[in-house]
C-alpha cells in the first residue's frame, strides 16, 4: 500500500511526551488530537511505553464532555480515528485471545473518553457514522444511541473512515496517526491506497474490498461505489463490465501496531 507522508509530532511546547517516548508531561495541557495522537504512538512504540500509555489514557479519560463537544470536525475526525486504532491496538497487543470472539470484541468497552466507557463499535458506528445500526449496510440509523454518542456523534459523517480504521484483521486498512491539520488529505491518501491495492481486474470484472458492501449506503449505493472507485483510480470504468465483493481476511494481523516505522 501507498503510505501517506507522516504526520509530524505536535510543537514541543505542547508536547507531554518527548521524542524517546519516555513519560513526561507538560505545564500546558496538550490538545485532545494531540493526546490521541500520543495514544497511539505509545501503543506502537516497542520499547518503555508502559507509563507513557497509561498517562495517554488517564488524559483522556479526564479530559471533560465541553472540551470534547468543543472539537471542530477536522478535530472530531482525527481524534477518534487515532483512538479507535490505539485502543484496538492496545488491546490486542495486550491479550490476542479476545479477538477471537469479535462480537464480545466490538461490543465491550476497551476505552474510556471524557469519563465514558466505550466500546468500537460505538466509536465506529455511534460516533463516526452518526448512529448508523451496524448490520443496516449503512441505511439504517440506530434509534436508541446513548447520551454521550448523541452529544458527540460528527454532524456529517465521512464514508472515507471506513479506509482508516483497523480492528486487527488482516483486510484492515494501514494504521495512520491523523492531524486534524491535514485530516482531508490524509483520508484521500488512505482511501486510495486501500481502495488500488485491494482491487483487481480481470477479464473484466473487477473484484473490490468487502467493506464496500457491508456499508454500501454510506458510500452512495452501486453509483456511489462505482464512482469512487473512478475517483482514486482503483478501477478504469472503459475495462470493466462487473464488479464482486472479495473475501474479507479476518486472520488476526498486528503487525501495523507494533512499530512506528513507516506510519504516515
Given at each position: 500500500?501507498?503510505?501517506?507522508?507522516p504526520?509530524?509530532?505536535?510543537?514541543?511546547?505542547?508536547?507531554?511526551?518527548d521524542?524517546s517516548?519516555?513519560a513526561?508531561?507538560?505545564?500546558?495541557a496538550?490538545?485532545?488530537?494531540?493526546?490521541?495522537?500520543?495514544?497511539?504512538?505509545?501503543?506502537?512504540?516497542?520499547d518503555?511505553h508502559?507509563l507513557?500509555?497509561?498517562?495517554?489514557?488517564?488524559?483522556l479519560?479526564?479530559?471533560?464532555?465541553?472540551?470534547?463537544?468543543?472539537l471542530g470536525?477536522?478535530?472530531?475526525?482525527?481524534?477518534?480515528?487515532n483512538?479507535?486504532?490505539?485502543?484496538?491496538?492496545?488491546?490486542?497487543?495486550?491479550?490476542?485471545?479476545?479477538?477471537?470472539?469479535?462480537?464480545?470484541f466490538?461490543?465491550?468497552?476497551?476505552?474510556?473518553?471524557?469519563?465514558?466507557?466505550?466500546s468500537?463499535?460505538?466509536?465506529?458506528?455511534?460516533i463516526?457514522?452518526?448512529?448508523?445500526?451496524?448490520?443496516?449496510?449503512?441505511?439504517?440509523?440506530n434509534?436508541?444511541?446513548?447520551?454521550?454518542?448523541?452529544?458527540?456523534?460528527?454532524?456529517?459523517?465521512?464514508?472515507?473512515?471506513?479506509?482508516?480504521?483497523?480492528?486487527?484483521a488482516?483486510?484492515?486498512?494501514?494504521?495512520?496517526a491523523y492531524?486534524?491539520?491535514?485530516?482531508?488529505d490524509?483520508?484521500?491518501?488512505?482511501?486510495?491506497?486501500?481502495?488500488?491495492?485491494?482491487?483487481?481486474?480481470?477479464d473484466?470484472?473487477?473484484?473490490?474490498?468487502?467493506l464496500?458492501?457491508?456499508?454500501?449506503?454510506?458510500f452512495?449505493?452501486?453509483s456511489?461505489?462505482h464512482?469512487?472507485l473512478?475517483?482514486?483510480d482503483?478501477?478504469?470504468?472503459?475495462?470493466?463490465?462487473?464488479?464482486?465483493?472479495?473475501?474479507?481476511?479476518?486472520s488476526?494481523a498486528l503487525?501495523a501496531?507494533?512499530?512506528?516505522?513507516?506510519?504516515?
Amino acid at each position: 500500500m501507498i503510505a501517506p507522508e507522516p504526520t509530524p509530532e505536535p510543537d514541543s511546547d505542547r508536547a507531554s511526551l518527548d521524542d524517546s517516548g519516555s513519560a513526561s508531561v507538560a505545564a500546558s495541557a496538550p490538545t485532545l488530537v494531540a493526546d490521541s495522537q500520543r495514544f497511539l504512538r505509545a501503543v506502537r512504540a516497542p520499547d518503555d511505553h508502559g507509563l507513557t500509555l497509561d498517562t495517554v489514557r488517564r488524559r483522556l479519560a479526564d479530559a471533560s464532555p465541553d472540551e470534547l463537544a468543543a472539537l471542530g470536525p477536522d478535530e472530531q475526525l482525527a481524534f477518534w480515528l487515532n483512538v479507535y486504532n490505539a485502543a484496538t491496538g492496545a488491546t490486542l497487543l495486550a491479550d490476542p485471545e479476545r479477538f477471537e470472539d469479535h462480537r464480545r470484541f466490538f461490543g465491550e468497552s476497551i476505552v474510556t473518553v471524557a469519563g465514558t466507557d466505550l466500546s468500537l463499535d460505538q466509536i465506529e458506528h455511534g460516533i463516526l457514522r452518526g448512529s448508523q445500526w451496524k448490520y443496516g449496510l449503512g441505511y439504517v440509523p440506530n434509534p436508541f444511541p446513548s447520551a454521550f454518542v448523541r452529544r458527540h456523534r460528527v454532524a456529517d459523517p465521512d464514508p472515507r473512515v471506513h479506509f482508516a480504521l483497523n480492528c486487527g484483521a488482516a483486510s484492515c486498512p494501514a494504521v495512520a496517526a491523523y492531524d486534524a491539520a491535514d485530516v482531508d488529505d490524509q483520508l484521500d491518501r488512505s482511501a486510495a491506497s486501500y481502495l488500488q491495492s485491494g482491487t483487481a481486474v480481470e477479464d473484466g470484472t473487477a473484484r473490490i474490498p468487502r467493506l464496500l458492501l457491508w456499508y454500501r449506503g454510506d458510500f452512495g449505493g452501486r453509483s456511489g461505489i462505482h464512482a469512487l472507485l473512478r475517483k482514486y483510480d482503483a478501477i478504469d470504468p472503459d475495462s470493466i463490465s462487473r464488479i464482486r465483493y472479495r473475501e474479507y481476511d479476518w486472520s488476526l494481523a498486528l503487525d501495523a501496531f507494533r512499530t512506528e516505522e513507516g506510519s504516515r
